[in-house]
């Protein structure tokens, strides 16, 4: 499966912004979705997941209540609803796929990424 990661950009604390992914190929409700991101000089991150029919999510501690992921499976699409942002929400935003819902970077599928910037 491809997937396309689109929505990021510049804005100032407290702020929002929603991101998109975009997925094609293979059977795009065959998969948990999750959302991670990469800030400047440390690893990638866990940030969200949301199962295959989307009535399962679970969230990172740090933007649980700030956050909210979402899928529309007739679109091939997941969502992250990024509110009330932080200026450490600064970072590289990709979304990935996996048979499997997990919170850990061992999914099969990645996007290219797209840059979130949370000014102060």
């Known amino acids: 499966v491809q997937l396309q990661a689109s929505g990021g950009g510049l804005v100032e604390a407290g702020g929002s912004l929603r991101l998109s992914c975009a997925a094609s190929g293979r059977t795009f409700s065959y998969y948990a979705m999750g959302w991670f991101r990469q800030p400047p000089g440390k690893e990638r991150e866990f940030v969200a997941t949301v199962s295959q029919s989307g009535g399962r999510t679970f969230y990172a501690d740090s933007v649980r209540g700030r956050f909210t992921i979402s899928r529309d499976n007739a679109k091939n699409a997941v969502y992250l609803q990024m509110n009330s942002l932080r200026p450490e929400d600064t970072a590289v935003y990709y979304c990935?796929?996996?048979?499997?819902?997990?919170?850990?970077?061992?999914?099969?599928?990645w996007g290219q990424g797209t840059q979130v910037t949370v000014s102060s």
């Open positions: 990935a796929a996996d048979p499997v819902m997990s919170t850990g970077t061992v999914y099969d599928y």
